[in-house]
C-alpha cells in the first residue's frame, strides 16, 4: 500500500484537518474535520458526537468521516492532517495495531484510502490543527448537554469491551509509555481496552 501514502503534483489535492477527543478517555466523546479545496477554500467541515468512547476512537472517526467525504464527492487526491501521531504512524505500518477496538477501523480507513487516486496522511502539532479541534470540541460540547450520539459512517461492529471478571490475569506485565495532561494520563503507544488495571511509575524511577 505505500503507493498510496506518495505526494504527486499532477492533480489538485483537496486537505482534510481531522481532530478527535474524549474528556475522560473513554469519555464524551466527538470529532471534528475541516476540509479545504485546492485554492485554499473551505469545501466542507463535519463533527459528530460519539457517545462514550477513547480518544483513538474519536481521532479514526474522524479519518473515515474524511474518507467518506472525499469518495461520496468524487474526490481523487486527499491529504489527511492529524495531531494524533499513533494514529499516523499506524496508517503509515509504522504501528501495529493492537486494540481490538481500533482495528476494524484502521482495517476500514486503509480500504477506503485505497479507493482513492491518491492519498497522503501527515502528522502536525495540536497548534497547528486549531479548526478540526474546535470542531471536535463543540461535538463533545452537544453530546455533553444531551445530544444523541450520531456516526456519518458507517463502521465494522466493534468488539464488546470484557469484564475484569471476564479476562484472565495475565502474569507477564509489558510497560507502555504515556504522558499525564490535566491529570489524566494519555497512552501514546498504543490503547488498552476498558477495565484494565495499571501499575502507573514514574520514567525516572525504571533507570
Request: proline fraction near 6%.
Amino acid at each position: 500500500m505505500s503507493s498510496v501514502f506518495d505526494p504527486s503534483t499532477e492533480h489538485a489535492w483537496h486537505t482534510a484537518y481531522t481532530d478527535g477527543g474524549a474528556r475522560g478517555n473513554p469519555g464524551p466523546a466527538g470529532y471534528g474535520v475541516s476540509v479545504l479545496g485546492p485554492d485554499g477554500a473551505i469545501a466542507a467541515e463535519l463533527s459528530g458526537y460519539l457517545g462514550l468512547k477513547t480518544n483513538n476512537f474519536a481521532e479514526y472517526s474522524a479519518l473515515l468521516a474524511a474518507l467518506e467525504w472525499a469518495l461520496a464527492n468524487g474526490i481523487t487526491h486527499l491529504r489527511v492532517v492529524s495531531d494524533s501521531e499513533l494514529m499516523v504512524k499506524q496508517m503509515h505500518g509504522r504501528y501495529k495495531v493492537s486494540s481490538p477496538g481500533l482495528k476494524p477501523l484502521h482495517d476500514e480507513a486503509r480500504v477506503r484510502a485505497k479507493k482513492l487516486a491518491m492519498f497522503r496522511i501527515e502528522h502536525v502539532l495540536r497548534g497547528k490543527n486549531k479548526r478540526a479541534d474546535a470542531l471536535a470540541n463543540a461535538a463533545m460540547d452537544s453530546g455533553m448537554k444531551g445530544a444523541k450520539p450520531s456516526r456519518p459512517t458507517p463502521a465494522p461492529a466493534v468488539p464488546q469491551q470484557r469484564s475484569l471478571m471476564d479476562v484472565a490475569p495475565k502474569p507477564a506485565h509489558r510497560g507502555m509509555r504515556g504522558v499525564v495532561r490535566n491529570g489524566v494520563i494519555h497512552l501514546l503507544d498504543d490503547e488498552l481496552e476498558d477495565g484494565t488495571t495499571v501499575y502507573v511509575m514514574r520514567e525516572q524511577d525504571l533507570r
